[in-house]
């Protein structure tokens, strides 16, 4: 992992100093950092993998974009905070199969059932990457806001400590009540 970049990145949720990183397999990572993280541990961090459709488009599918704005508004409410979006489109089975999937969905699979059918586990992301940034960042400790229990124990298995888990529940909407049930049932999302 590299850092090749940095810059000051207003948000209508404050100002971050912008970080980018390339990680040897070419992928593009940023963080977005919110204090002189340097004086403080055990911050709060969100880790975001990437998703065109929610976070760019709005999709309704998924909870996403939802998800993204309610971690830089909780954020923006702490004394510091890291925001890292990581390369990691479709869970890690990248965009044009996510798509498949959503095709295996409208024909009536869960989104666990259409990764499976199209040969990949529910979940392929690996959280190495975010562990990387956060030491370099100069972070052993965290606060995760996630919903999610494998971010936990992945980012722990790459040597971050987790001191505490806070969740980040959205409403559901017609269109991604099924995705957010099947989260909860078949991948233990604390929802």
């Known amino acids: 992992m590299k850092k090749i970049a940095e810059a000051d990145f207003p948000l209508r949720s404050g100002m971050y100093r912008i970080h980018a990183f390339v990680d040897d397999d070419g992928s593009e990572h940023i963080a977005l950092v919110r204090c002189a993280h340097e004086r ?3 911050v709060p961090v969100r880790i975001h993998s990437k998703c065109l459709t929610g976070d760019t488009f709005g999709s ?19 004394e510091c905070g890291i925001f890292i979006y990581l390369d990691q ?24 059932e259409a990764n499976l059918e199209l040969g990949f586990a529910d979940d392929l992301r690996d959280y190495g990457p975010a562990a990387d940034i ?3 960042l100069g ?10 229990p494998g971010k936990v124990k992945d980012l722990e298995k790459h040597g971050i400590g987790v001191v ?4 980040l ?3 559901p909407t ?18």
């Open 40 to 42: 403080h541990q055990e």
């Open 60 to 78: 309704l599918r998924c909870d996403c974009r939802q998800q993204l704005e309610a971690a830089l508004e909780y954020l923006s409410g702490e």
């Open 89 to 112: 489109e479709g869970r890690g089975i990248g965009l044009a199969n996510k798509i498949r999937a959503y095709e295996l969905q409208d024909r009536g699979r869960d989104t666990v």
């Open 134 to 136: 956060l030491r370099s």
């Open 139 to 148: 972070i052993k400790k965290v606060k995760l806001i996630t919903n999610n």
């Open 164 to 167: 505490e888990r806070i969740p």
């Open 169 to 171: 529940v959205v409403e």
């Open 174 to 191: 017609e269109y991604n009540e099924r995705y957010l049930q099947t989260k909860k049932e078949k991948m233990n999302h604390q929802l």
